[in-house]
């Protein structure tokens, strides 16, 4: 690759893409969808989302025991079911990027956050739980500009742009069962279906007539099954009179994914593919583990901790040693990865506590929680980052005595400026409907 001249400085976020990708000069960059480009190593970001209830605490809510809710991280917590319940949520996320050069931007994006249907086979004692949700998002985009030599003596120059960019992810398609073994134990387990695609595409337009516009994806298909197993322990009566203390944990196994990575070029309309091979990628394992309490019927605290060895990550896939094989996969290679771990706590108080006759904001939820995250991608091999966030929330009673409407904020950064990354200052709004109502129950006669 020759080096470009005299190139356009726009902004300083894409500095960290472009360096990865050996470019010797500054750019542009806007991104979409999570509005990270962090997105663009590992399997891109990863989503976390158990119920619009944890969501506005921190996150987590591994142990979290709910009539109104049944939280995706712990299928133990399905067993106490009433309601069937059908949950659905969209989010919006607007980002600000800078690098260490005081460079900035501002990016927003919209998506959907999760489906949930629940519904009991057994009151108290059996439930079932389907789920469908984004696992990972890859959304970025870096553009660079400049002049490349052309012509046969090579006496003129052409003005060319570059854009770097990602899209896809993976989604998880989820089915399980929880049963409830006695008043203090239950347990759960699912099976867990991962699949989607991941692209990267080079996108160079000419502002030279005669030259061709091209566009080079790398991209790989992936597919898989997994499981997850969860255990909830309630106590009761453990610091006071009438309180409530919950121990909850769930294991994911490792995911083997298998699928096609490939290389297209477009030229002009046309679309070709250079090469595809086969291979397969192993995900790691997951830990949770949650603790909730209640000292009354007003509030409700928990405190949650999860945890990823990505440097366990593997995959048989070629490193792309020719113009015509894919680039490596993932971005930068396995060494770009490193354990994650995630902190998060909150808690929840409803001023009515249990009186039903009380004002109508007395019966709502407030929320509130914040975390930590030790993210688990490593751009550089060397640099440790982080992500911390507060969150808060108001859950809104209905007519419906199962459903409420919830909304919820999150609100914090991401990354560093330091060794030529770039920090990320988010916030985020979503709304989720929960809709519960009794089903499948004979009348009884009279």
């Known amino acids: 690759m020759r080096v470009f001249t005299r190139p356009h400085l726009l902004f300083g976020i894409a500095c960290l893409a472009l360096g990865l990708l050996g470019a010797p000069a500054p750019a542009q960059a806007q991104s979409n969808g999570e509005g990270t480009i962090y997105s663009r190593f590992g399997m891109g970001s990863l989503v976390e989302f158990s119920s619009s209830q944890s969501d506005a605490m921190g996150g987590g809510g591994y142990a979290l025991r709910s009539l109104n809710y049944n939280p995706d991280a712990n299928p133990a917590l399905w067993s106490d079911q009433v309601f069937t319940r059908l949950s659905g949520s969209a989010a919006y996320r607007s980002t600000s990027v800078e690098d260490g050069q005081g460079n900035s931007g501002r990016l927003s994006s919209g998506n959907v956050q999760a489906l949930q249907f629940n519904f009991p086979l057994y009151e108290r004692s059996l439930g079932v739980g389907i789920s469908f949700q984004p696992y990972s998002r890859s959304n970025y985009s870096a553009t660079r500009t400049g002049q490349e030599p ?48 991941l692209e990267r595409r ?52 490792p995911a083997n994914l298998s699928g096609e990575q490939y290389r297209t070029l477009d030229e002009d309309l046309a679309r070709d593919t250079l ?14 583990l949650g603790l909730s309490y209640q000292p009354n019927a007003r ?58 006759l009380a004002g109508y904001f007395a019966q709502a939820a407030y929320r509130f929680g914040g975390y930590a995250e030790r993210m688990y991608v490593r751009p550089d091999r060397e640099t440790t980052l982080y992500e911390f966030a507060l969150t808060a929330g108001i859950s809104l009673p209905t007519s419906l005595s199962g459903t409420r409407i919830d909304l919820n904020t999150t609100a914090g950064t991401r990354g560093t400026t330091t060794n030529s990354l770039v920090r990320d200052r988010f916030f985020g709004v979503s709304l989720h409907v929960n809709f519960g109502e009794r089903w499948f129950q004979r009348r009884k006669l009279r």
Request: net charge negative.
């Open 275 to 288: 090469s595809t091979e086969r291979g397969d990628v192993t995900l790691p394992w997951k830990g949770r």
């Open 202 to 253: 080079r996108r160079t337009t000419w502002a030279a007539p005669q030259l061709r516009n091209t566009i080079v994806s790398d991209g790989v298909q992936l597919s898989g099954l997994t499981s997850t197993f969860g255990g909830h322990l309630a106590l009761a009566d453990v610091f006071a009179e009438d309180d409530a203390f919950s121990i909850g944990a769930s294991v994911t196994l």
């Open 150 to 197: 052309i012509g046969p003596r090579q006496d003129a120059e052409a003005r060319y742009e570059t854009t770097f960019s990602g899209s896809g992810g993976l989604h998880r398609l989820r089915g399980g069962l929880g049963y409830r073994v006695n008043d203090m134990l239950s347990v759960g387990a699912t099976a867990d279906l991962l699949f989607g695609t």
């Open 299 to 356: 509030w409700t605290v928990v405190l949650d901790g999860a945890f990823e060895p990505w440097s366990t990550f593997s995959n048989d896939f070629s490193t792309g040693a020719s113009e015509t094989a894919p680039s490596r996969f993932p971005a930068g290679g396995p060494g770009t990865l490193a354990d994650r771990w995630r902190l998060s706590t909150g808690a929840e108080v409803v001023p009515a506590g249990d009186d039903q």
